[in-house]
């Protein structure tokens, strides 16, 4: 296995040389030319994998601020099983969608979003019993927020790391998902009749 991970190391290194040299002597676009924009994100990072995506994330939106002269100001707030968590540790009424949460969230340009919902075998626990429930269809509601956008995109230059076959991705991949997200499936009655739901 240790030499399967070298080569697959050894590519991505290669791979991020190839970028840095694409990017060398990059001194910013026309929005740095024209001062950019000045933007206020809330940062809910949630639970499980989301904070650590999440710190990747906001590292990733600096940068684009710096190359393009823009200003990111970064608030982070509670949201899913860490809101109810801190929300208990403080002696207050837990909710996974606390109402600083959304008032931020009404507040900001922006709303930089990671994960929600806790382990598998404790759902039954009220920290993560409906917690996705609760925080995502709850701002989806509150913001009107109707469809989920899913890039998907393979660069040439680093096709050698995509998991799928050559044959499938040629020179390339560029694709947009759209996901419709107010239909009744999200916020029409929940009920069953007899195996139907």
């Known amino acids: 296995a240790l030499p399967i991970f070298q080569r697959h190391l050894s590519r991505a290194r290669a791979s991020i040389s190839a970028v840095a040299a694409m990017s060398a002597g990059y001194s910013g676009g026309a929005a740095a030319a024209a001062g950019g924009v000045s933007k206020t994100i809330a940062v809910l990072a949630g639970d499980g994998i989301g904070p650590e995506v999440m710190t990747e994330a906001v590292k990733v939106a600096k940068k684009v601020g710096e190359l393009y002269g823009h200003s990111f100001t970064f608030n982070e707030y509670k949201v899913g099983g860490s809101a109810w968590a801190a929300a208990e540790a403080a002696g207050e009424t837990p909710s996974h969608l606390p109402a600083k949460t959304v008032d931020a969230c009404a507040a900001s340009d922006a709303i930089l979003f990671g994960s929600v919902g806790g382990p598998v075998d404790q759902q039954h626990e009220p920290r993560w019993k409906d917690c996705e429930k609760n925080a995502l269809l709850g701002l989806r509601k509150r913001f009107n927020l109707a469809t ?39 916020f029409g009655e929940h009920k069953r009749e007899g195996d139907k739901a």
Do not use: A
Request: glycine share 10%.
């Open 148 to 186: 989920n956008l899913r890039p998907s995109k393979v660069y040439p230059f680093l096709s050698h790391l995509c998991p799928l076959k050559p044959s499938i991705i040629g020179s390339g991949v560029d694709m947009l998902i759209i996901r419709e997200l107010v239909g009744g499936i999200y």
